[in-house]
């Protein structure tokens, strides 16, 4: 009996020693990759958000170019 209590504690000291290398792993090269990933993400965001919107004459004068390279290919 005091035998297979031995195994069960030591079985859950591995998992227990496998979980904190896991968790470790995750600290140490996983969690810094994906903040580098995330800033980038705010970066772009942050890049896109600065830039001034596109206003109804901006869109209409895209519109003109567009109808007028057509007439030019056609």
């Known amino acids: 009996?005091?035998?297979?209590?031995?195994?069960?504690?030591?079985?859950?000291?591995q998992n227990l020693e496998e979980?904190?290398?896991m968790n470790k792993l995750m600290?140490?090269?996983m969690q810094p990759k994906e903040t580098a990933a995330v800033?980038?993400?705010?970066q772009n965001v942050q890049k896109i958000v600065?830039?001034?919107?596109?206003?109804?004459?901006?869109?209409d004068a895209i519109q003109q170019e567009v109808?007028?390279?057509?007439?030019?290919?056609n």
């Open 67 to 73: 109808f007028s390279f057509h007439q030019l290919i």
């Open 1 to 13: 009996m005091l035998q297979s209590w031995f195994h069960v504690i030591e079985g859950l000291i």
């Open 50 to 59: 600065t830039e001034p919107a596109m206003g109804q004459s901006d869109l």
């Open 19 to 21: 979980e904190t290398k």
């Open 27 to 29: 600290v140490g090269e």
């Open 39 to 42: 800033k980038k993400v705010i």
